[in-house]
């Protein structure tokens, strides 16, 4: 509603003053008990609501049939299209001024806003994620996806807590050796504009030497960091530019709370800033006694341009454990789409339907590991970065290890 051209002044002015005021005007203007009083205006709703949904629906059918659009595009089309808001209040609030439209009409009106700006982002979401490109386009990199090879590995591993940090050494261990790659191990020191205690330094000291000496006991090339920064994040941001770090592993407790919602937690911060990949990590168990490694994915995951990176890095990881690989690959219930997947060829996979969570915890054990790929809502401040899915998986299987994988937009 407001232009975007406007200053940064008018911009404010428009958002927080503008906008605001004229939604509770109009809101003002509904009458919830014209709905006890008069029982003709919830027919009034009804038909408002219909109509609307209707009058949205034909032209997507239609535009798909012309375009031979398959059914989740004309889904989708349809959910973009039917939610009615803006215009439609302004509208309504001026037809209701002039006396154009009596009150069981602006009570339908606000009625038909709700349904169809719920409806519209559901919708969307729900068969937006069946949507793929044409398999043609996909099967190159599909083809490709045994032979590239990944570069040599210089990984940035932040380490604090000595009760988790050897998972995080050993996963970057087996990493580095693959390649013959450099471990990075990283200490940082908050600066809250005091002096830093000895004991701080003393525990960094230890901390960093520790890691040294898994490093050297693994014959792998080491250069432990300690850093002094203002926060966490910015502090592994800045080391992985500064020292040409090319993958960053970080522990994960598995949640997010409503803080790091709202304010974003430090790996949050780092996903949304990283250039390089980043492995989010949440070990429940040592990673040497793991037994099966599962790479989870959908249709979208497979025709990510990041998927045979992601997959190039799950089965290294296996080779070097020793164990088993497979691919779980989650059809979300369509069959169609299991039908016009083009999978990699020669590696083992599941087809997975229905509830994806129920299905990791009826199927998996403590002694395998989960690697997914992250699902960014890198716009989106309020959700997490990792994807509710990896979320959702994690609270759900508690005693599960997992490996989030991300890798940021080229």
Same mark, same amino acid.
């Given at each position: 509603?407001?232009?975007?051209?406007?200053?940064?002044?008018?911009?404010?002015?428009?958002?927080?003053?503008?906008? +605001?005021?004229?939604?509770?005007?109009?809101?003002?203007?509904?009458?919830?008990? &014209?709905?006890?009083?008069?029982?003709?205006?919830? @027919?009034?709703?009804?038909?408002?609501?219909?109509?609307?949904? &209707?009058?949205?629906?034909?032209?997507?059918?239609?535009?798909?049939?012309?375009?031979?659009?398959?059914?989740?595009?004309?889904?989708?089309?349809?959910?973009?299209?039917?939610?009615?808001?803006?215009?439609?209040?302004?509208?309504?609030?001026?037809? #209701?001024?002039? =006396?154009?439209?009596?009150?069981?009409?602006?009570?339908?009106?606000?009625?038909?806003?709700?349904?169809?700006?719920?409806?519209?982002?559901?919708?969307?979401?729900?068969?937006?994620?069946?949507?793929?490109?044409?398999?043609?386009?996909?099967?190159?990199?599909?083809?490709?996806?045994?032979?590239?090879?990944? +570069?040599?590995?210089?990984?940035?591993?932040?380490?604090?807590?000595?009760?988790?940090?050897?998972?995080?050494?050993?996963?970057?261990? @087996?990493?580095?050796?693959?390649? =013959?790659?450099?471990?990075? +191990? @990283?200490?940082?020191?908050?600066?809250?504009?005091?002096?830093?205690?000895?004991?701080?330094?003393?525990?960094?000291?230890?901390?960093?030497?520790?890691?040294?000496?898994?490093?050297?006991?693994? $014959?792998?090339?080491?250069?432990?960091?300690?850093?002094?920064?203002?926060?966490?994040?910015?502090?592994?941001?800045?080391?992985?530019?500064?020292?040409?770090?090319?993958?960053?592993?970080?522990?994960?407790?598995? #949640?997010?709370? #409503? !803080?790091?919602?709202?304010?974003?937690?430090?790996?949050?911060?780092?996903?949304?800033?990283?250039?390089?990949?980043?492995?989010?990590?949440?070990?429940?168990?040592?990673?040497?006694?793991?037994?099966?490694?599962?790479?989870?994915?959908?249709?979208?995951?497979?025709?990510?341009?990041?998927?045979?990176? $992601?997959?190039?890095?799950?089965?290294?990881?296996?080779?070097?454990?020793?164990?088993?690989?497979?691919?779980?690959?989650?059809?979300?219930?369509? !069959?169609?789409?299991?039908?016009?997947?083009?999978?990699?060829?020669?590696?083992?996979?599941?087809?997975?339907?229905?509830?994806?969570?129920?299905?990791?915890?009826?199927?998996?054990?403590?002694?395998?590991?989960?690697?997914?790929?992250?699902?960014?809502?890198?716009?989106?401040?309020?959700?997490?970065?990792?994807?509710?899915?990896?979320?959702?998986?994690?609270?759900?299987?508690?005693?599960?290890?997992?490996?989030?994988?991300?890798?940021?937009?080229?």
């Amino acid at each position: 509603m407001i232009p975007e051209k406007l200053n940064v002044c008018g911009q404010f002015i428009g958002n927080t003053l503008f906008i +605001p005021f004229f939604l509770i005007s109009v809101g003002m203007l509904v009458n919830p008990a &014209v709905l006890l009083q008069e029982p003709r205006s919830l @027919l009034v709703s009804g038909v408002m609501v219909v109509v609307a949904i &209707v009058a949205k629906w034909l032209p997507a059918v239609g535009t798909g049939k012309l375009f031979r659009f398959d059914h989740s595009s004309n889904m989708v089309v349809f959910g973009l299209s039917v939610a009615q808001a803006a215009s439609t209040l302004a509208a309504i609030t001026v037809a #209701y001024k002039i =006396e154009l439209v009596d009150q069981l009409t602006v009570n339908g009106t606000i009625a038909m806003i709700l349904v169809t700006c719920i409806a519209s982002p559901w919708i969307t979401q729900r068969w937006g994620q069946t949507l793929q490109p044409k398999p043609v386009d996909a099967k190159p990199a599909l083809a490709n996806s045994t032979s590239s090879t990944p +570069p040599r590995y210089r990984i940035l591993v932040p380490v604090a807590n000595p009760n988790t940090e050897d998972n995080l050494l050993q996963l970057a261990l @087996l990493l580095a050796k693959t390649t =013959e790659g450099t471990l990075l +191990p @990283l200490h940082i020191l908050l600066d809250h504009a005091g002096s830093i205690s000895a004991e701080a330094k003393t525990r960094q000291e230890q901390l960093l030497a520790a890691a040294e000496t898994v490093a050297h006991a693994a $014959v792998t090339d080491v250069e432990p960091i300690g850093r002094i920064d203002e926060s966490i994040d910015k502090g592994i941001l800045r080391t992985a530019q500064e020292r040409n770090a090319n993958l960053i592993i970080c522990g994960w407790k598995g #949640y997010s709370t #409503y !803080r790091d919602n709202f304010f974003g937690s430090a790996i949050d911060n780092v996903l949304r800033r990283a250039v390089v990949p980043v492995l989010v990590t949440r070990f429940t168990h040592p990673i040497k006694t793991t037994q099966r490694v599962f790479l989870a994915v959908d249709e979208a995951n497979l025709m990510a341009a990041s998927f045979p990176q $992601v997959l190039n890095l799950a089965k290294s990881l296996a080779v070097e454990l020793k164990a088993s690989f497979c691919l779980l690959h989650d059809i979300a219930g369509s !069959r169609r789409a299991a039908k016009r997947t083009i999978l990699p060829e020669g590696i083992p996979a599941q087809l997975v339907r229905g509830h994806f969570p129920g299905y990791v915890a009826r199927t998996l054990t403590a002694d395998d590991l989960l690697v997914l790929m992250a699902k960014n809502h890198a716009d989106f401040l309020s959700l997490p970065s990792l994807g509710i899915g990896s979320e959702t998986i994690a609270h759900q299987n508690p005693n599960l290890s997992l490996i989030v994988v991300h890798i940021p937009p080229t």
